[in-house]
């Protein structure tokens, strides 16, 4: 069975300072793997994604992620941080090969950005 | 470009009233549907999902039913609301299982 485990269900960071963003999974079969962020009262919002080929993927707002297999780790990272940031952070894994595209999804992380 | 509406954006309904959410996509055909609700300060549970006219999966027993009529239409509902129920509800679409999913703006329910 997939599972989807965020470490720190919050983070905090000063505006300009580095974003980290922990992810880690399980999956018995190679993971299709994604992140989504949420503004409060709004629906998920795709940042990035990772099926195959380069294992670091670019995203929206200048996040990236770097997928490790033998880390079973898909960290999600921006060098500076911007007020904007602040919102909840939920990292996804699909079987890629299920017709269904069911996502497990991690607890979510809340980002805070101090000014 | 595809689009997915949900509607209303915010609903209060008194304990033991009947629920109807709707979730249409625009722009593409045959997709994977699906319904969560994400409690306060929880993460995102799914609920249904669909891959066809008809075909409906439920993820975990509760008071809630889903139906999909029309390829692009995907609807949840209940007989009747209990308090337990309140909630945000997402639904989303996809097409082929490693494509990602795609998010409405979601409905804030709120049980009285």
């Known amino acids: 069975a997939q599972s989807v485990t965020q470490l720190g269900s919050h983070v905090s960071v000063s505006e300009g300072a580095l974003v980290l963003l922990r992810c880690n999974y399980s999956?018995?079969?190679?993971?299709?793997l994604f992140w989504y962020v949420q503004y409060p009262n709004q629906g998920l919002q795709l940042l990035l994604k990772?099926?195959?080929?380069?294992?670091l993927v670019k995203g929206i707002n200048g996040f990236e992620a770097e997928f490790k297999k033998s880390e079973t780790s898909f960290h999600l990272t921006k060098p500076s941080a911007h007020m904007s940031d602040a919102a909840e952070y939920f990292c996804?894994?699909?079987?890629?090969?299920?017709?269904?595209?069911?996502?497990?999804f991690g607890q979510g992380t809340t980002l805070q950005v101090k000014p | 470009s595809q689009t997915i509406h949900q509607w209303p954006a915010t609903l209060v309904q008194p304990v033991g009233s009947p629920l109807s959410l709707e979730c249409t996509v625009e722009?593409?055909?045959?997709?994977?549907l699906y319904w969560y609700r994400q409690a306060a300060g929880r993460g995102l549970q799914l609920l249904f999902y669909?891959?066809?006219?008809?075909?409906i999966s439920s993820e975990v027993p509760q008071n809630l039913s889903a139906s999909r009529p029309q390829d692009r239409q995907f609807i949840l509902s209940s007989k009747k609301l209990l308090l337990s129920d309140s909630g945000f509800y997402l639904c989303?679409?996809?097409?082929?299982?490693?494509?990602?999913?795609?998010f409405g703006d979601g409905t804030r329910l709120s049980i009285l």
């Open positions: 722009g593409t055909s045959n997709p994977n």
């Open positions: 989303a679409w996809s097409l082929q299982g490693d494509q990602p999913q795609h």
């Open positions: 996804a894994v699909n079987r890629g090969s299920s017709n269904t595209g069911k996502l497990i």
């Open positions: 669909s891959v066809g006219i008809g075909q």
């Open positions: 999956s018995s079969v190679p993971p299709y």
């Open positions: 990772y099926t195959t080929g380069a294992t």
